[in-house]
């Protein structure tokens, strides 16, 4: 049997390939490299092939002893096809992955959205594992969600099931990047608290986050020091946002009425009192008769669950069909 995977993490300031043991999961080999200034299908892929080849090179595995290929990418895909739809963020378009890498390289090859791989990592080896019905909602740039129904990633007709991040929750709101106005991610995301600290201090409200950084590159970690330090800009705005939140996720459970919510992505996982609190506040809000009997979880597989997620899509693909 062939003891190796490979997982790649597409993004859009960076990609991480690395060789995944199928049988611990546990990372061998990573290869890290930028992709901010590569734009586009054809720098975007040789970005990615040269990832590939330098983790064949470090690891000096032979190619016979890889079973897959999985690449996660933060944007649309065609999961059966293989081919990235779109990534705004790579400003990529129609790239068909699947078939140009498995030319190169003779391996069998499976993409999935960036959410999904993140959920599937959760669902085989993290905080889902034994349920069979969850809500999978990640917060940071942006929010990015995800349902399992029956131990299966729910896609939906097109494919775009569990975007709770374009809930709206505001119809006369602010603009989201999708287009629309009102969306639960211009409100609850780690950007969304990052602009309205920045309006704040553009008004000339005093803040310590500008001691720690420049007002236009707020991180999670200086919005943590800020919270830590009770500074009152960045707390009002870090409850505001917990508000939204916690509003959409308890929409979401009566909605859904999952037996677990799995909360993780950047903001949730550097900072664990906005943890603490969001499940307090979506318990009170959520009607009481679906909140009770639902449980809540941190996402357990953290940074790399988008390395190890994509390592797994073929294992996912192939007993879930
Ligand atoms: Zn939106």
């Known amino acids: ?76 895909v065609d999961r059966e096809n293989g081919i990235l739809i779109n990534a705004c963020n790579l400003q990529c378009k129609n790239l068909n992955l699947k078939k140009q890498i498995e030319e190169i390289y003779n391996i069998k090859t499976y993409i999935a959205n960036d959410v999904e791989a993140a959920t599937i990592a959760e669902l085989l080896l993290g905080a889902a594992k034994g349920y069979k019905n969850t809500l999978c909602v990640f917060v940071g740039t942006g929010i990015g969600s995800c349902l399992v129904i029956d131990g299966k990633i729910y896609h939906g007709a097109t494919g775009l099931a569990g975007e709770l991040g374009h809930v709206i929750v505001d119809l006369n709101g602010r603009s989201c990047n999708c287009g629309a106005v009102g969306c639960l991610e211009a409100y609850a995301s780690r950007s969304a608290i990052e602009s309205r600290i920045q309006g704040a201090i553009k008004k000339g409200r005093n803040s310590i986050i500008t001691e720690f950084c420049d007002s236009q590159n707020i991180s999670t970690k200086h919005i943590k020091k800020s919270l830590d330090a009770h500074d009152e800009v960045v707390s009002q705005y870090v409850n505001e946002a917990i508000e939204y939140l916690s509003g959409g996720l308890a929409s979401a459970i009566n909605f859904f009425n999952p037996e677990l919510v799995v909360l993780g992505g950047g903001l949730i996982q550097g900072i664990n009192e906005i943890y603490l609190k969001t499940i307090r506040l979506t318990k009170n809000k959520a009607l009481s008769t679906v909140s009770n009997k639902t449980e809540f979880k941190k996402a357990q597989l953290e940074d790399y669950s988008g390395v190890v997620g994509a390592s797994l899509i073929e294992e996912y693909r192939l007993c879930k069909k």
Do not use: H, P, R, W
């Open 1 to 76: 049997m062939k003891k190796y995977n490979i997982g790649i993490d597409l993004g859009g300031t960076k990609v991480l390939c690395a060789l995944v043991e199928k049988e611990t999961n546990k990372i061998l080999f990573l290869v890290k490299k930028k992709t901010k200034k590569e734009k586009g299908n054809k720098k975007v892929f040789s970005k990615l092939t040269e990832a590939i080849d330098e983790l064949f090179e470090i690891s000096k595995i032979d190619k016979n002893e890889i079973s897959s290929i999985g690449i996660a990418i933060a944007g649309q």
